[in-house]
C-alpha cells in the first residue's frame, strides 16, 4: 500500500518539477509564468463547464490509458495507440456510412464492434511480429502510427469524403444525427458509463484475474514465467488485442461523440498523451483515472492559453513533453538505485 | 609488521560492507613469500571480495593493505598490478572469438605495430615456457575449460607477477582437470611465485597449500596456519562454526570437502516403478549449450539420480527437454507412464512434474515481482486466464506456506529481489515442492548458497525421495551429488557416458567426466 503512496506521490512531484521548469523557459522567453500558471489553472478546472470540458478529454484518454497499461504490464511497449485510435474510427465511420438509414439501436452497437475490432487488428499484427519474430513492438507500432494517419487522409479524401465539404481539410460526412452518442460537448451519460465499465472490467483484470498476476509476472520476468509452463505467447497476444481494442474504442467515441464526423489528421496527439498517462499512473488503472482527468484538464485549458496568457496553444504540447521527460527520466534512475540496491544480495 | 622481507601480502583492520552486508570485518593478515596459501570458507564468508580487495578491484572503507612492504592505496587494479599482484576471476573474462595469441596480447603492455606471427611466436615461446599446452593459434572457444584456464594464468604471468591469486579454480574443473591444476600451480611456487588459491574443499587445500586461513562472515577464524599435520575435521569445524545445526558425519563432509562421501543405497533400485523415462531424446541444437544425442534415462519412485558432468556437457539441454521447453528432435519422454513428448510445461507439471531451475534469479523467480506473485504463478496457470482469484487469499496461503519452509521475511508483498540466496531458494522450495509432486528436478539447486542453507536444501530433496518422488539432482559438486544421489549418470557433450552405484569412487567417476576410459 505505502509502496503505491509514495508511487503517487513521487509522480506529483515529477508533474510540478516539468511545470516549474516549463515555467522558467516560458519566463525567458518572454512570456509571463504566472499568468500561463493561472491561466491554465483557470482554464482546466476553475472556469465554468471547466469540469465538463476537463472529462470531455478525459473520458478518452482513461480509456486508450488503460488499455496501454495492460499491454505495459505484460511487457510490451505498445506506442501504436495513436494508429489503433484511427483505425477503429475509421472502421466505425465505415460502418456508419454503410448503415446509413438503418435504426440507431442496431448501427450504434456495430460501430463499436467495428471500431474495437479495426483497433485490435491495427495491433494484431505488431503483435505476431514481436511474439513470432521478435521485432521490437516500439518500432513497428510507431511505424503503424504513421501507416494509420495516412490511410486516415486517404479515407477521408476518398471514400468517405464528404462532397459537399469545402473546407481544407478533408473530411468526411457527417454522421446522423441519431448516431451520435453525444453533443459536440463530449460528454454524456453513454461515454460516462461506457468509461466506467471499461475501467472496472480493466481494473478487474489486472487486480483479480490470473491473467493480471501472470501478464504482471511475465512483464517483468519472461523467463520465469516461461519455467513455470506458461505460454507467454498467449499472453502478450491477448495484452496487445485488448489495448489495440481499446483505443479503437476511444476513436469510435471520438467520432460518434464530441467530432460527428472523420477529419484527415484529427487528435493528433491523443495515443501518446494517453501512454504518458499511464506512465504516470505507473500503470495502475485507479491511477490512470486520475491522472486522465488530469490530462484532461491540460488539454481543456490549451483552448484557454491563447486567450489568457497570448501563448500558443501548443505550449500544452510542451508542457506534456515536459513531464514525459520527466516521468521517463524517473523511471530509469529508479531501475538503477533499484537494482544497485538489489546487487548485495544477488551475488552473495 | 615490521617492513619484514619474507611477508608478501599483509592486511591490517580490512574491513568492506555492500550496503548492509558486512562482507569483510577487520581482517589482519599476513602471507609469506614463495608458498602457496589457501584461504577457505562457505560461500558468502568474504573469500571473493577479500581477493578483490588484494587485487585491487574493491577499495575497503577501512584498513590497509601492503605488497611487498608498499602500501596499497586500493581500489585500482593498476596499482596493484604495478606491484606484481594478478588475480585469475571465476569465471573467465577471455573473449571467445580471440585466438589465444590475439587473448594474450589484449591487455598487455605496449601499443607497437606487431604481425600475427610475431604475435604467435611470442606467445607460444611464452605457454611453452610455461608448460602449457596449447596453440597460439586456436580460438578461445575451441579450448576445454581446462585449457581456458591455463591460458587465463599464462596471461597472468606476462608481467612478472610475484603474487598470483586464484578465485575457486577448481569448481569449473573435473577432480582429474583439479589435480593437473595443482601440479601447475606447484611449478609456479618453485619459480618463486607466491599463489594465493580461493577454495572451499577442504581436501582440496590439503592436498596443494602450505597454509590455510579461514573466514566465516567476513571475520578471520584462523590462519595462516600450516598445513602439515593439519586435521580435516578441526578445519571443518571452523568452516562451519557453531552455528550451524547438528549435520551428521557425510554431510559435513560433503559440505566442506573434507573427504568424498561414497554414498549409500535406500532401497533395492531394481524393483523401483519409473516415474520418469526418457527415450532415445535428441534435442535440436540451439544457443542455450549443447544439445542431448540419444539419451536414454530413467528415474524411479523415490529414487535420487545425480547427474555429474562438466558444466556445459548437456545438462540444461536434459532439464529443458524434461520440462517441454526444448525442441526435441527424437526419442520420447514419460512421466508415471504416461507419453508426454507433445505435452506442454503446464500439462507435465498438471501430471506432477516440479522444477527448481538452474537460475535463481532469472529462471526461478522474478526479482522486481512481490513474493505472492512469485509464489502463486505455478497455481495460477492451473487455472483459466480469466479465473477470478482472490488476492488476499493467495497472500494468506504464501504467508503459511513461506512460513512452513522457514523463509526470512518481512511481508510477502516485498519484491523477491530483497531475500538472501538462501531465502530465495527457499522460496522456490515452497511453490515447488508439495505432496503433488512426483519428479522434482532440482538444477545446482544449492549454487551460492551457504551451509545452511545448502544442508536444508538437501534435506527438502531428501524429504520428496521419502514421499516417493523420483529426483532429478543436477550439480557440477561430486561431493554432494555423492552424498545424495542413489544412483549417478555423467554426462559428456550432450551424452550419458556412463552409469553408477554406490559406493561411488571419486577417480572413476571423474574419469568418465572428462572421457577417459571409465
Not at chain 1, 133 to 156: C, H, K
Not at chain 2, 148 to 165: G, K, N, P, W, Y
Not at chain 2, 355 to 378: K, Q, Y
Amino acid at each position: 500500500m505505502s509502496d503505491s503512496l509514495a508511487a503517487i506521490v513521487r509522480a506529483i512531484l515529477f508533474i510540478v518539477l516539468a511545470l516549474a521548469m516549463c515555467g522558467v523557459i516560458f519566463e525567458f522567453a518572454g512570456y509571463s509564468a504566472p499568468q500561463m500558471f493561472q491561466s491554465i489553472v483557470d482554464g482546466a478546472f476553475l472556469r465554468r463547464n471547466a469540469l465538463e470540458h476537463a472529462l470531455r478529454w478525459a473520458l478518452p484518454l482513461f480509456i486508450t490509458a488503460t488499455g496501454i497499461v495492460i499491454s505495459f504490464r505484460a511487457g510490451y511497449f505498445n506506442i501504436g495507440a495513436q494508429g489503433q485510435f484511427y483505425v477503429g474510427a475509421i472502421c466505425a465511420a465505415f460502418v456508419a456510412e454503410w448503415l446509413r438509414g438503418y435504426p440507431a439501436a442496431m448501427v450504434i452497437p456495430l460501430c463499436f464492434a467495428a471500431g474495437m475490432t479495426g483497433g485490435a487488428l491495427w495491433a494484431l499484427w505488431p503483435g505476431l511480429l514481436r511474439l513470432r519474430s521478435g521485432a521490437d513492438e516500439v518500432i513497428t507500432t510507431l511505424m503503424g502510427n504513421f501507416l494509420a494517419g495516412l490511410l486516415l487522409v486517404y479515407v477521408t479524401a476518398g471514400p468517405l469524403k464528404d462532397p459537399s465539404g469545402s473546407g481544407q481539410q478533408a473530411s468526411s460526412r457527417p454522421l446522423e444525427a441519431a448516431y451520435r452518442i453525444s453533443a459536440s460537448s463530449g460528454v454524456s451519460p453513454t461515454i460516462i458509463g461506457i468509461a466506467a465499465l471499461v475501467g472496472i472490467a480493466m481494473w478487474w483484470l489486472v487486480n483479480r484475474t490470473a491473467f493480471g498476476v501472470l501478464s504482471g509476472l511475465s512483464g517483468r520476468n519472461p523467463t520465469m514465467v516461461r519455467w513455470q509452463g506458461a505460454s507467454t505467447w498467449k499472453i502478450g497476444l491477448a495484452s496487445f488485442l485488448v489495448s489495440g481494442a481499446l483505443a479503437g474504442l476511444a476513436g469510435t467515441i471520438e467520432l460518434m461523440g464530441p467530432n460527428g464526423r472523420l477529419a484527415g489528421g484529427f487528435l493528433p496527439a491523443h495515443g501518446f498523451t494517453a501512454v504518458l498517462i499511464a506512465l504516470v499512473a505507473g500503470l495502475s488503472i485507479t491511477g490512470a483515472a486520475i491522472v486522465a482527468f488530469f490530462f484532461g484538464g491540460l488539454a481543456s485549458a490549451a483552448l484557454y492559453l491563447p486567450v489568457m496568457a497570448g501563448l500558443p496553444s501548443a505550449a500544452i504540447d510542451i508542457i506534456n513533453a515536459a513531464i514525459a521527460l520527466f516521468i521517463t527520466a524517473r523511471s530509469r534512475f529508479i531501475d538503477r538505485v533499484t537494482k544497485a540496491w538489489r546487487r548485495p544480495w544477488t551475488t552473495s | 609488521m615490521k617492513g619484514n622481507d619474507s611477508i608478501i601480502l599483509a592486511c591490517r583492520d580490512v574491513a568492506v560492507r555492500y550496503g548492509d552486508v558486512v562482507a569483510l570485518d577487520d581482517v589482519s593478515i599476513s602471507f609469506q613469500r614463495g608458498l602457496i596459501h589457501a584461504v577457505v570458507g562457505q560461500n558468502g564468508a568474504g573469500k571473493t571480495t577479500f581477493a578483490r580487495v588484494v587485487s585491487g578491484l574493491v577499495r575497503p572503507q577501512k584498513g590497509s593493505v601492503e605488497i611487498g612492504g608498499t602500501r596499497l592505496a586500493g581500489g585500482s587494479v593498476n596499482d596493484a598490478r604495478q606491484a606484481g599482484v594478478e588475480l585469475v576471476h571465476q569465471s573467465f573474462a577471455l573473449p571467445p572469438s580471440f585466438t589465444v595469441a590475439e587473448a594474450m596480447q589484449f591487455g598487455a603492455s605496449g601499443g607497437r605495430l606487431y604481425t600475427r606471427g610475431g604475435l604467435e611466436r611470442r606467445w607460444q615461446a611464452h605457454l611453452d615456457a610455461l608448460d602449457v599446452r596449447v596453440s597460439a593459434q586456436a580460438r578461445i572457444r575451441t579450448l576445454t575449460v581446462e585449457q581456458q584456464q591455463a591460458v587465463e594464468i599464462a596471461r597472468a604471468l606476462v608481467s612478472d607477477a610475484r603474487l598470483l591469486i586464484l578465485d575457486e579454480p577448481t569448481a569449473v574443473l573435473s577432480p582429474e582437470g583439479a589435480s593437473k591444476l595443482f601440479e601447475r600451480v606447484r611449478r609456479l611456487k618453485e619459480r618463486g611465485v607466491t599463489v594465493l588459491l580461493i577454495l572451499h574443499k577442504i581436501r582440496e587445500v590439503l592436498a596443494v597449500a602450505d597454509t590455510v586461513s579461514v573466514l566465516r562472515g567476513g571475520r578471520l577464524v584462523d590462519g595462516p596456519l600450516s598445513t602439515s599435520g593439519m586435521d580435516g575435521d578441526r578445519l571443518a569445524s571452523m568452516i562451519i562454526g557453531s552455528s550451524a545445526r547438528a549435520l551428521d558425519g557425510e554431510d559435513r563432509a560433503a559440505l566442506t570437502g573434507a573427504a568424498v562421501p561414497h554414498g549409500e543405497t535406500h532401497a533395492a533400485a531394481a524393483d523401483r516403478q519409473p516415474v520418469a523415462r526418457l527415450r532415445g531424446v535428441n534435442t535440436r541444437p540451439d544457443e542455450d549449450g549443447t544439445a542431448l544425442q540419444a539419451v536414454d534415462l530413467t528415474v524411479g519412485r523415490g529414487e535420487i539420480v545425480g547427474i555429474a558432468g562438466v558444466e556445459g556437457n548437456g545438462q540444461r539441454a536434459l532439464v529443458r527437454a524434461i520440462c517441454g521447453l526444448a525442441e526435441v528432435g527424437a526419442g520420447s519422454v514419460e512421466l508415471d507412464g504416461a507419453d508426454v513428448s507433445r505435452a506442454t510445461l503446464a500439462e507435465r507439471r498438471e501430471a506432477g512434474l516440479r522444477v527448481i531451475p538452474f537460475e535463481r534469479n532469472a529462471e526461478g523467480l522474478s526479482l522486481t515481482s512481490p513474493l505472492w506473485e512469485n509464489w502463486s504463478a505455478g497455481r495460477l496457470l492451473a487455472r483459466p486466464l480469466l479465473s477470478a482469484i482472490s488476492p488476499a487469499g493467495l497472500r494468506r496461503d504464501c504467508k503459511a506456506a513461506l512460513d512452513a519452509w522457514d523463509v526470512r521475511y518481512a511481508h510477502v508483498g516485498q519484491p523477491a529481489g530483497s531475500l538472501s540466496g538462501g531465502n530465495a531458494q527457499k522460496v522456490i522450495l515452497s511453490r515447488e515442492m508439495d505432496e503433488a509432486g512426483r519428479l522434482v528436478i532440482a538444477a545446482q539447486p544449492t549454487r551460492g548458497l551457504d551451509i545452511g542453507a545448502t544442508a536444508f536444501v538437501w534435506e527438502a530433496l531428501r524429504k520428496a525421495r521419502g514421499r516417493g518422488c523420483g529426483v532429478i539432482f543436477v550439480s557440477s559438486d561430486l561431493d554432494e551429488i555423492f552424498d545424495l544421489a542413489d544412483r549417478v549418470v555423467v554426462m559428456l557433450s550432450g551424452r550419458i557416458v556412463a552409469e553408477f552405484r554406490p559406493p561411488f569412487d571419486l577417480e572413476r567417476v571423474g574419469a568418465a567426466m572428462t572421457g577417459a576410459r571409465a
